[in-house]
């Protein structure tokens, strides 16, 4: 089976720097993505890694490591409007195809 | 470009009462398809998923259904509903890996 640990909340103030973290267990992994996905809204993707290291895109950067079964995301100079919940998900092998597992997500709350 | 469109938004439907959820898909052919349920303050839920018109696979076993009638559009049902059904459904398609949501249906069972 599959299984992603997050951090249920995490709290920071506008223009700060804040990293959620998340370690996975799976049988079989293809890559490690960030969604966002504010109070009564639909999931949007942000980020993936199918490699070891850092991937940049704007204010928001995705680390993944492999043999550590380990990624983040960091959120730069934080906005109000980041505040939302954050889910890591890592691609598994279905029948055929690759599908999502999510994790449980983790709620960020921004503060002026 | 592609679109998905999901509906009704919300609903309200007592216990033992039938459910039907449609999402539909524009601007791709054959796209991979998929219901989530996200229940209060939790992760997504992978509850159903299909490569194809009436390939369905279940993920979880329920008291749900889905159908996939024609290539862009991909219904979830129930024949009587229990309260534990409630949640936020969201219909996905894929490209590349990544999953595209649409907009959600809210469900409460009283």
């Known amino acids: 089976g599959q299984s992603l640990e997050q951090p249920s909340e995490v709290t920071a103030v506008e223009g700060a720097i804040v990293q959620i973290n998340c370690t996975y267990q799976?049988?079989?992994?293809?890559?490690l993505s960030w969604y966002q996905q504010h109070d009564g809204g639909a999931p949007t993707f942000l980020s993936y890694n199918a490699l070891d290291g850092l991937e940049e895109t704007g204010r928001f950067s995705s680390f993944l490591s492999r043999s550590d079964s380990y990624g983040y995301l960091l959120l730069q100079e934080l906005q109000m409007k980041d505040s939302a919940s954050y889910f890591c998900a890592v691609r598994d092998q279905g029948t055929g195809f690759q599908k999502l597992v999510f994790g449980t997500g983790t709620r960020l709350l921004v503060s002026p | 470009s592609q679109t998905i469109h999901q509906w009704p938004a919300t609903l309200v439907q007592p216990v033992g009462s039938p459910l039907s959820l449609e999402c539909t898909v524009e601007?791709?052919?054959?796209?991979?398809l998929y219901w989530y349920r996200q229940a209060a303050g939790r992760g997504l839920q992978l509850l159903f998923y299909s490569v194809g018109i009436g390939q369905i696979s279940s993920e979880v076993p329920q008291n749900l259904s889905a159908s996939r009638p024609q290539d862009r559009q991909f219904i979830l049902s129930s024949k009587k509903l229990l309260l534990s059904d409630s949640g936020f459904y969201l219909c996905?398609?894929?490209?590349?890996?990544?999953?595209?949501f649409g907009e959600g249906s809210r469900l409460t069972v009283l």
């Open positions: 601007g791709t052919s054959n796209p991979n």
């Open positions: 996905a398609w894929s490209v590349g890996g990544e999953l595209f």
């Open positions: 799976t049988s079989g992994f293809y890559g």
